[in-house]
C-alpha cells in the first residue's frame, strides 16, 4: 500500500469508503457506461443501456428489461477482489466505519464488509411489486415456475404467492434514492476523520454531492482517471483501486 495511505490510515480513527464501478471492474464486472459495453447493447436492443435501466422502460417494456438485465447486470461467478477484501479487514481492525457504494453487486458483503450503504441497491434482493415477497437473485435466473396460466410463457420473473411482476432492488434511472440509505451515508460521511473516494469519477449523481458532506481531517481520491474533485483531495493517487489497496 502507498505509504502515504497507510499513514493517513493509522493516524485516524474513523474511516470511509466511498467508492464506485472502478471498484468492481476489477473483480471483472464491466462498467456498463463503458464505450464498448454501450456500442455492443446499443446495436443489440436499439436502446442505450441507461435508458433500458430506467423506471419508464421497466414498466413498459418489462420483458426486454429482464432480456438485458438477465444477461448483462447479474454476474454470477465474479468473486471480491484486493480491494473488498483490504476495506473488509480495515473494518475488522476497527479502523473502518463504513462503506458507502454505487455499485450494485453485493461483492463487499462477499468480502466479509459488515456496514455498507448501497445507494443504488442490490442485485441480490429482488420483491414482488404486488405484495413484496422477496426474492433471491436465483430465482430471477431460473426458468420461471408460475401456476398462473395467464403468466405461463412469460419471460418476467413473477412472484409464486400473487402472480405480480418481481423488480429488482436496484435503483433505476428516474426513480429517487432510498432515503435511508442515503441519510445513513450522509451520517458516516460527515463524521469521518478520512473519507478515501476510490473507483469512480465522482460525476454521477449523487457521488459528488455526498462528497462535500465530508468535513473531517483528509480525504484521499484513488481513480486511473483524473476526477474533478482531485484539486480537493489530500492525496491523489492515480491508479487501480485493487493494486493500491491491497
Ligand atoms: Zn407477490
Redesign the pocket.
Known sequence: MDSRLTELIKKSKRVVFFGGAGVSTESGIPDFRSENGLYQIQSKYGHSPEEMLSHTFFMNHTETFYDYYKSNMLYLEVQPNKAHYALAKLEEQGKLKAIVTQNIDGLHQLAGSKKVFELHGSVLRNF?T??H?LYCRDYIIKPQICNNEEHADSKIPR?I????VIKPDVVLYEEPLDEEVLEGAVDVISNADLLIVGGTSLVVYPAASLINYFKGGNMVLINKAETPYDYRADLVIHDAIGEVLG
Request: charged share 20%.
Open positions: 414482488c404486488r405484495c415477497t412472484c404467492k400473487c402472480g405480480g
